[in-house]
């Protein structure tokens, strides 16, 4: 089996302060406590869910996370945007934003050396993601042991 290391950012914790905008929250994490110094990358996977919202939400966009160094590139150039998230319409005038393991590709980040991470929500022309609901954005950490 596969070492691996989970961590989960939901808005509805503590951690928001009592954020109304919900599309940029600042957590804190303290790697040192679960994540062994020991490894110098990972390769990390995420999926995001939101609640349902009322409504028909439109936006595409990217999750944006300040991590530490990461080894994600926007084109050319290096980017904290770690994958695309979209929404998804149910019956009922319902929808919720979703981005599953499938949709992204695994990306490599350095041992994280920023223990307050930003987490932003912004669609594709960098403007706040509209009527963002309550999520929860699960990442997936797995030790890359030849580095």
């Known amino acids: 089996m596969t070492e691996s290391y989970t961590v989960i950012f939901s808005s509805r914790g503590t951690n928001n302060n009592g954020v109304a905008n919900l599309n940029s929250i600042t957590y804190f994490v303290n790697w040192g406590a679960f994540l062994p110094q020991q490894y110098k990358k990972f390769s990390v996977e995420f999926i995001f869910k939101s609640e ?8 595409n966009g990217f999750v944006n996370m300040n991590i530490g160094r ?27 934003y979703n981005s599953t ?16 991470i930003t987490i ?20 997936n ?7």
């Open 70 to 96: 990461l080894q994600v590139y926007d084109g050319v150039a290096m980017s904290s945007n770690i994958g695309i998230v979209y929404p998804v319409s149910l019956v009922g005038n319902t929808s919720f």
């Open 141 to 147: 950490l797995v030790p890359l042991h030849n580095e």
């Open 120 to 139: 932003s929500l912004k669609n594709f022309a960098g403007a706040n993601m509209a009527n963002m609901p309550n999520y929860a954005l699960v990442l």
């Open 101 to 116: 393991n499938n949709d992204n590709n695994a990306f490599i980040i350095d041992y994280p050396n920023n223990q307050n």
């Open 52 to 59: 349902n919202f009322v409504g028909n939400l439109t936006d």
